[in-house]
């Protein structure tokens, strides 16, 4: 199940499930929705960078949830999102939002990039 490896692909800071050279100071929460969209659209690898660049950009990240985005409205549009709890103010949230896209072009294929979208909530 692709939850289960994304998780021991990342390593979790204090946890057993280290891997050098990657780290993410939380688990993330993978929707089984999600897991079957990545599936059917071979977005493993990417879905993992994307993850690793979330842990990269947000320092002060408190949670993190891969879920299937579906909007109603517009027939066939399901993409990836990454669901960012957390903590700073408005000016260094933005800021991270940025890097993290930056970082997300260069690391990400645009055809399997635009099948995610990230969304932030600034814990209080």
């Known amino acids: 199940m692709f939850g289960a490896s994304l998780v021991k692909s990342l390593s979790v800071h204090g946890g057993p499930a280290a891997t050098p050279g990657v780290s993410c100071a939380v688990v993330p929460e993978v929707s089984a929705e999600a897991q079957e969209f990545i599936a ?16 990269e950009a947000f ?6 949830r891969v879920v299937l985005s579906v909007d109603p409205e517009i027939a066939g549009y399901e993409r990836v999102c990454l669901e960012v709890t957390g903590r ?23 055809d399997q990039r635009s099948l995610f979208i990230l969304d932030t909530v600034i814990a209080e």
């Not at 993992?48 to 660049?53: F, K, P």
């Not at 320092?59 to 993190?64: E, K, N, Q, T, V």
């Open 40 to 55: 059917r659209h071979g977005l493993a690898a990417a879905c993992r960078t994307m993850v690793e660049l979330v842990a």
């Open 59 to 64: 320092p002060a990240l408190l949670a993190l």
């Open 88 to 110: 700073g103010s408005v000016g260094e949230i933005l800021d991270q939002e940025d890097s993290f896209r930056a970082a997300a072009r260069r690391s990400v294929a645009p």
